[in-house]
């Protein structure tokens, strides 16, 4: 029957029409899905596919056309884990329409993504994402000479920006309404092996005189930067020395950033809203303030500090730098099981565990999605940011607190790799990395701030509410039985119990109640101490000061670094990994690290005190 068979004609002439979008890794797809199915889009049930994939359904012509976003792939030949899901969907599941989505600025490496599907001979319309990003690069494409030579429908947009958009619907309405069966392929591999070999002259050819690419100016320009920072010696020190600059200028300038906001948020209490709430009870004064208030206005100093942080993560990942970070960390990634992408991930979290945990999705290997997810908790996100931000400027003086802040980066490293190196052999990899290396560009002021605002946003939409029930719930804990005070009341008691077992490592009942609470969201710990204590910020870090060795508040540090995530964070792992079993297991991880390091790091710094 050939490469592939006729199914509605055979079949149901009133089944719903199919159309699949196939597209590489971070070439816009998803973009361009959400695009065109709006907020309808949710995750399809599909027999004998192991990973989520996202459906829509539409009205098109009249008549309702579902929209499936397969996995993103290298090759359509069945290599990896979600080049299996691709080429099971297309063997399994009658489909009407595939849209092939390549990234324009780097056509001439994906092309042959294009050239494996139309040697399947299915109908199919090439949509050349990124236009305005290649316009950008001098990348010149004559569409129309291309489409003669493919023999198929080939069209320039910008999922991003809608650009181009509207042709290609017009072009997908026509393609469906001309289409009179679906099919099925059969045996793709062997399709792609009995075709013709897609050599990189047969690439050439295709290109050749419809594609113009930039000026040897651009290419060298990233070529001798790449010679430096990619360096097979200096390329790491360099990237570590970069990483210790940048949270130096992040400690420089986000602390007094922060005293600004505490000043305001001081002055806000003083003048406007203990004078509100003078008539309240005293019960409701003292759960308004200390309860609430405290723990909330002490969060949002750190709103600067976590901003100025999300600015220079956009710089880095914006001007094609931290691609270059995943390469550099390849060869030692490769050894632990793990692969430069993993530590590109790792470096995401550091941002916010969440969308880290879901860009595992580009990592084709079941196992090395869950080796992976492993580690990126460890990541120092911006919820953690503003804890060690808050004990180290209270206990570690001038410089040395920006040296202990970057020592906390690099231990989430080292946790991540003896992670990796214990468990790798549990799950085996055996994927070959492959990363596309973007040129050097200058990111824009507008999208840096918009983008990072954007983040600052979500952070506080996200953990406002996680806030103030934590608050709340410490004030309740501190404030009964009625009339007692300290460790009589039911949050001392229960930091009591669990004494015998954070007492050899420097943390006492107040602060192990501050992250019980952090379970909840790791931004609940610092507004706890303010509840916990019964003071604001900055009395707060002078009662630190007084009561907290720094020995003590490192390993508080380290503790609160690698123990358990917060609660968003543990759902996103159950729902990435679809087990219980391994969530729980990497629960158990996490708090097996986090009592051991802080142990390991106490008692010693108390046989060398």
Known sequence: MGCHAGARAAQNPNAVKRVVLIGMPNCGKSTLFNRITGASAFVGNWSGVTVDLLQATIPINGESVEFVDLPGIYDLKSFSDDEKVVSYFLETFAIDLVLLVLNAAQIDRQIRLLLQLKALRLPAIALLNMADEAKRYGIEIATEELSQRLEMPVLLLSAKQGKGFRQAKQAIAQALDTQSQSYKVNNLNDCLSTAAP?????????????????????????????????????GLPLFFLGMFLVFCLIWTIGLPSQDIMGFLTSGFQEVILEPLIQPLPGVMQDLLINGIWNGVSTVASFVPLIFLFFVMMAILEDSGYLSRCAYLMDGLMVRLGLDGRSFV??????????????????????????????????????????????????????????????????????VAVITAVLLSGVFKNDEPFVLELPPYRFPTIRHIFVRSWGEVQQFL???????LLGCLAVWTLTNLPPGTTGLATLGGQIGQWLNPVMEPIGIDPYLTLALIFGIIAKEVVVGSLAVIYGLNSTLVSQHLAISVTPAQAYSFCIFCLLYLPCLTTSATILNESKSWKFTLFSAGVSLLFAWMMSFLFYQGALLFS
């Open 345 to 414: 991930m790792q470096i995401m979290g550091f941002g916010c565990n969440v969308p880290a945990l879901m860009g595992t999705r580009i990592l084709r290997s079941r196992s090395l999605r869950l080796l992976t997810m492993l580690i990126i908790p460890f990541s120092v996100c911006s919820a953690r940011l503003q804890v060690f931000v808050f004990i180290i400027a209270a206990i570690f003086p001038g410089f040395w607190g920006a040296i202990a802040l970057f020592s906390l980066y690099l231990l989430s490293l080292i």
């Open 198 to 234: 897609i050599t990189s002259e047969a690439m050439s050819a295709i290109l050749e005189g419809v594609v113009t690419f930039p000026s040897d100016l651009q290419r060298s320009l990233t070529s001798q930067l790449d010679r430096i920072l990619l360096h097979p010696i200096a």
């Open 461 to 467: 939409s996200r953990a406002s509410g996680f806030i």
